[in-house]
């Protein structure tokens, strides 16, 4: 076959598109629906560039076959925030200087999303484990680890 | 690229694809291993079969315990009755890995991944497999001797199967790095004890320390009938060294992996004897 | 100027890169897509060294979506010598290979096509016909009599001004070394060092209409990149519109001008667009490294600590070619003795070649791995004479008014002065004859004088 028809709710809006049947999820998001948030670091699920959420799960987009993207929700970065609307977490990277080269950063971001939605109240050890399938070449994790702490703690006082 | 892609629904739905299309079909259970490979060029399949909706997943109880072979390492992450296959499951990769991987798909990674291999022999695992002809059940054992592959497929791993748990196990897993690694070694150890405190039943797997995971069958014997002492546990210890057959890649040599085993072997005879 | 008066120094200042950074808005070359884009795969060589008899491309022209081929014959200057403007010569890597191969990943001839699928199947199809020769790749063994000379001015080395290394030669090493109380000895060693930046390399070119091409890319040094380009190229610079800036971690590992040349000749063969990103096999093994490195130390001690004569032999592993290699070993060389005063110094510094991915630069490159030598034998000298880890280094620091090893004169040395600081920092009492030393003191420098 020479293309599938992959129909998805992306950021909360239904979305269709054709696409050859082996693309990656991370293909599909990138270069078919032009949404950049989602790196492309490796290929080989080493990296965790691409962590995307689907169903509110992390998975890694270059490893999933977007035709198992059918009838799911796929959240990518784009749909957690935005320049004009960030995320806390976003917010938070951006204070305390936890993206350096920033390729890391949407992975990072939609991996410590994916946590606090299941855990607002993750010890660092916690945050830490959460983020264990992410690399950051630059920042040696300390700014990222206070940055996502610092956002558990905004959401207790809350 | 031009490929048929499959997706059935069910076991004989994909025993049917099997069925016309083996010879050139590569077969995913999560693509943890597949797609990497598809991303780097590795190879370019005309024909893939992906197992994720055949309803292959699940837990189920009935005296002893049925894994089915697409559920993913999350959800093995937290079969608490078989505590060290957990801890081996919440062990590899990130959450994001353990959300697609699966522990049928495990049993295919090659050394020194494939690290669920080492609690499945330490538990006395068995595997299920099916073709469109028949279906087999071998030990886990015969099956990683077994040449296998996920291309130019006959049959399907369909599921795992568990007696009930005995014993105290103990899993260690040396990489180089603290989470998302591959393993330099990988240890299982249980013992089961009899009333005077000596060991009845001993299983020790290695992974990381052959070309595939396997029982240090002579560090198990000499452990039955002994107490769990600093004499007893190095015997094993050495004995577990020289049934390895460890090699030299990226991550560590073989000469480091030997010595690893010993370690490691120690440390988990160790701990159960606390 | 009183510090008050400074508006931005002392202040925490945003990223003014930070927002796109964190909300996946910054544009980085492989988010650049144009209409009508083709992809470019790489053909490398599998093997560590050889001659090439043959390359055969015509089943992969044939594959359907393939649209160009580019090979040796398709570079202008199919030179790439990057420092070459500052006088490391002659000429030795090609930019395609097409007489010999010289390590396992050389680009030898490049695959155009419609999707980056086509292009990576139909690079698969290329048929190479390399006699395979035996590799060259233990250090010492290179700079052996019984090492064949892999490189073509006839031997494994780098030519300093005539010499097979860096000589640097000050005082009587051979002399001192008799009256040494200790002969301490060390060898540190460093396997070359992937940088491993989470975005691989990436270019994509587009011509235009004009005549120029756009180029995009991720290197670390736009002006340089546009003027090694336009020597390959064999065109003026104002050809070259540059866009970048943009880097997802570089480190060293995207300066050396690897992607432009290639994704250019791809555009101007085709009149399209073209992009070429690396894959994470080809960044983790194919890009240039760190260079590994081999020093000995041998070093004349006295009872209170002096070092008083200090021999280094070091061999550099260039890998397969110069790229920042000779430079880099050059300021490998000024810094191998340290920090300290020493007054008979000998330092061979070798620039080898080997048939290895060749090694660039990374983080202080020449630099970082003597400094990493010094100290661990500067921690060697203090636990063989028994002497405190900071007394040794202060005792032994350069002091202002010394001459150095490099025939200059130190000036405002703050090393003694940070060292104290640093044991400040971290709650370290030194005793009072440490704490009083600074660096107009000789006194306290055991008689050294410079």
């Known amino acids: 076959m020479e293309s599938i028809t992959v129909t998805f709710k992306l950021n909360g809006k239904t979305t269709a598109v054709a696409v050859e049947p082996l693309a990656s999820l991370r293909t599909v998001l990138r270069e078919h629906l032009h949404l950049h948030a989602t790196k492309a670091g490796c290929g080989q699920g080493g990296c965790g560039s691409c962590t995307v959420l689907v169903n509110s799960e992390p998975v890694l987009s270059c490893l999933m076959l977007a035709a198992l993207?059918?009838?799911?929700?796929?959240?990518?970065?784009?749909?957690?925030?935005?320049?004009?609307?960030?995320?806390?977490?976003?917010?938070?990277?951006?204070?305390?200087?936890?993206?350096?080269?920033?390729?890391?950063?949407?992975?990072?971001?939609?991996?410590?999303?994916?946590?606090?939605?299941?855990?607002?109240?993750?010890?660092?050890?916690?945050?830490?484990?959460?983020?264990?399938?992410?690399?950051?070449?630059?920042?040696?994790?300390?700014?990222?680890?206070?940055?996502?702490?610092?956002?558990?703690?905004?959401?207790?006082?809350? | 690229m031009n490929a048929d892609l499959f997706i059935p629904r069910s076991l004989d739905e994909a025993l049917g694809v099997v069925q016309s299309h083996g010879a050139g079909l590569l077969v995913m259970g999560g693509g943890t291993m597949m797609m990497a490979h598809l991303n780097e060029g590795v190879f370019f399949p005309k024909k893939v079969m992906s197992l994720a909706r055949a309803g292959l997943s699940g837990v189920y109880r009935n005296g002893h315990t049925q894994i089915g072979a697409t559920t993913n390492l999350t959800d093995v992450s937290q079969i608490a009755d078989y505590p060290i296959l957990a801890e081996a499951a919440y062990q590899i990769g990130g959450p994001a890995i353990r959300n697609m991987g699966t522990i049928g798909g495990n049993l295919y990674m090659p050394q020194p991944a494939g690290d669920l291999a080492v609690p499945l022999l330490v538990y006395d695992a068995h595997v299920e497999l099916a073709s469109p002809s028949a279906s087999r059940t071998v030990s886990l054992e015969d099956f990683l001797a077994e040449p296998r592959s996920h291309r130019g497929v006959h049959e399907l791993l369909v599921a795992i199967h568990l007696p009930s748990p005995s014993g105290h196990a103990v899993y260690l897993k040396q990489g180089r790095r603290e989470a998302n690694t591959p393993s330099v070694v990988?240890?299982?150890?249980?013992?089961?004890?009899?009333?005077?405190?000596?060991?009845?039943?001993?299983?020790?797997?290695?992974?990381?320390?052959?070309?595939?995971?396997?029982?240090?069958?002579?560090?198990?014997?000499?452990?039955?009938?002994?107490?769990?002492?600093?004499?007893?546990?190095?015997?094993?210890?050495?004995?577990?060294?020289?049934?390895?057959?460890?090699?030299?890649?990226?991550?560590?040599?073989?000469?480091?992996r030997r010595r690893m085993v010993g370690v490691f072997v120690k440390r988990a005879l160790e701990q159960l004897a606390k | 100027m009183g510090v008050k008066q400074l508006g931005i120094v002392g202040q925490s200042v945003k990223r003014r890169d930070g927002i796109g950074h964190v909300t996946g808005q910054t544009q980085y070359v492989d988010d650049v897509f144009y209409t009508n884009m083709l992809w470019l795969k790489m053909v490398r060589s599998p093997i560590s060294r050889g001659i090439i008899h043959g390359i055969d491309t015509s089943k992969a022209e044939a594959f359907p979506g393939v649209v160009a081929v580019i090979t040796a014959q398709d570079v202008p200057n199919n030179w790439y010598t990057i420092l070459c403007l500052i006088g490391v010569e002659p000429n030795d890597e090609p930019v395609l290979a097409h007489e010999e191969v010289m390590y396992i990943g050389e680009p030898i001839c490049a695959i155009v096509a419609e999707t980056e699928a086509i292009a990576a199947e139909a690079a698969a199809l290329v048929k190479l016909d390399i006699e395979e020769l035996p590799p060259v790749l233990d250090l010492e063994f290179a700079i052996s009599p019984d090492a064949p000379a892999i490189k073509k001015w006839g031997n494994n080395t780098f030519m300093y001004d005539g010499y097979t290394h860096r000589k640097l030669r000050f005082g009587d090493f051979e002399t001192a070394i008799q009256q040494a109380d200790h002969i301490i000895e060390g060898t540190y060693s460093l396997s070359p060092i992937e940088h491993a930046p989470i975005e691989t390399h990436c270019c994509v070119v587009k011509p235009e209409p004009d005549g120029r091409l756009t180029v995009h890319s991720n290197t670390q040094a736009l002006y340089f990149t546009m003027d090694n380009t336009a020597i390959i190229l064999q065109v003026p610079s104002q050809r070259l519109h540059m866009i970048g800036g943009t880097v997802g971690g570089g480190f060293g590992g995207k300066v050396d001008v690897i992607t432009e040349p290639i994704t250019c000749i791809a555009a101007m063969k085709t009149g399209r667009p073209v992009k070429w990103r690396w894959t994470r096999e080809e960044e983790m093994r194919k890009s240039s490294t760190r260079a590994g490195v081999r020093m000995q130390y041998t070093d004349g001690v006295m009872n209170d600590g002096r070092i008083i004569a200090r021999k280094v032999r070091s061999l550099e592993d260039s890998g397969a070619y110069h790229r920042h290699s000779p430079y880099g070993v050059q300021k490998h060389m000024a810094n191998l003795p340290g920090p300290y005063t020493i007054p008979n110094v000998w330092v061979d510094a070798y620039c080898v070649y080997t048939n290895r991915q060749p090694s660039s630069a990374m983080r202080g490159f020449g630099v970082t791995e003597a400094t990493f030598a010094v100290e661990c034998q500067m921690e060697r000298i203090a636990r063989t004479l028994g002497i405190d880890s900071w007394e040794i280094r202060l005792i032994n620091a350069y002091r202002n008014g010394q001459m150095r090893p490099v025939r200059k004169v130190v000036e405002d040395a703050t090393l003694i002065e940070t060292i104290q600081a640093a044991a400040e920092l971290i709650g370290y009492d030194l005793p009072a004859h440490l704490k009083a030393m600074n660096s107009d003191d000789y006194a306290g420098n055991g008689g050294h004088h410079g």
């Open chain 1, 69 to 158: 993207a059918d009838g799911q929700e796929v959240t990518t970065l784009e749909g957690i925030g935005t320049p004009q609307h960030m995320h806390p977490l976003q917010a938070a990277f951006f204070d305390k200087f936890a993206a350096q080269c920033g390729y890391c950063s949407p992975g990072m971001i939609v991996a410590a999303k994916a946590l606090l939605d299941k855990n607002p109240h993750p010890t660092r050890a916690e945050i830490a484990e959460a983020l264990a399938g992410n690399l950051c070449r630059c920042t040696g994790y300390v700014a990222i680890l206070d940055a996502i702490e610092d956002v558990v703690t905004q959401m207790q006082e809350a």
């Open chain 2, 186 to 256: 990988a240890v299982g150890a249980r013992v089961v004890m009899d009333g005077q405190g000596r060991v009845s039943n001993a299983r020790i797997a290695l992974g990381a320390a052959g070309p595939t995971a396997f029982r240090a069958k002579n560090a198990e014997a000499a452990l039955v009938g002994q107490t769990l002492n600093t004499k007893s546990i190095a015997e094993a210890a050495q004995l577990a060294t020289e049934e390895s057959n460890p090699f030299t890649d990226a991550l560590a040599t073989a000469w480091y």
